[in-house]
């Protein structure tokens, strides 16, 4: 009797953690990252050392400061978003932003990396960090003008 119980209890518990793993993996990358919050501050983050890059700096002169505010709430927005977060997107498209900047393939691969030091920076497990920069991949060939 008293072994069919803990056989039982043991066969719930194993249920109850199974469940929650499973349910665990099957939030958004938004609830994964943190939510809003954190996204706010990996933007924050990563926007300013594009800012402070030399290489970088020249794409943002001459903003002001308004301007880098809606800025920065659309690549909030952008990431909330793509991330599978509840906010809507209302910037324009990724190519219509970007072209004419004459970003090229070297201007990208700085601001990955950049990217990545802000991913690290928040200590990101592994599986998020990768998710999250699958989704900015994406984007390249909006951005990237040959
Ligand atoms: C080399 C990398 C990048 C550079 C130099 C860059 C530069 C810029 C600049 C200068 C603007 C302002 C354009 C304007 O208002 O006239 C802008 C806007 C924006 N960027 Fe980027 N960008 C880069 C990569 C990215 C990436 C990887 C994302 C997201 C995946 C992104 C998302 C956005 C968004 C959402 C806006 C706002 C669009 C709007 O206001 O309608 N950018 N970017």
Redesign the pocket.
């Known amino acids: 009797m008293k072994n069919t119980f803990g056989k039982s209890l043991f066969i719930a518990l194993v249920c109850i953690l199974a469940g929650s793993a499973v349910s665990r993996s099957q939030e958004s990358l938004y609830k994964r990252l943190g939510g809003y919050d954190a996204i706010a501050a990996v933007t924050d983050d990563f926007v300013g050392r594009?800012i402070m890059n030399k290489d970088?700096s020249r794409?943002?002169t001459g903003?002001s400061d308004d301007?880098r505010i809606?800025?920065r709430q659309?690549?909030i927005?952008?990431?909330c978003m793509?991330t599978g977060g509840p906010c809507g997107?209302?910037?324009?498209?990724?190519k219509?932003?970007?072209k004419g900047?004459k970003?090229s393939e070297s201007?990208?691969n700085?601001?990955?990396g950049l990217?990545v030091e802000t991913l690290d920076n928040f200590k990101l497990p592994e599986k998020e960090k990768n998710e999250f920069l699958g989704?900015?991949i994406?984007?390249?060939s909006d951005?990237?003008e040959n």
């Open positions: 594009l970088m794409f943002f903003t301007s809606r800025i659309h690549i927005d952008f990431f793509k997107y209302t910037g324009r498209s990724m219509d932003s970007h900047l970003i201007d990208w700085i601001a990955a990217l989704l900015v994406e984007t390249k951005i990237v």
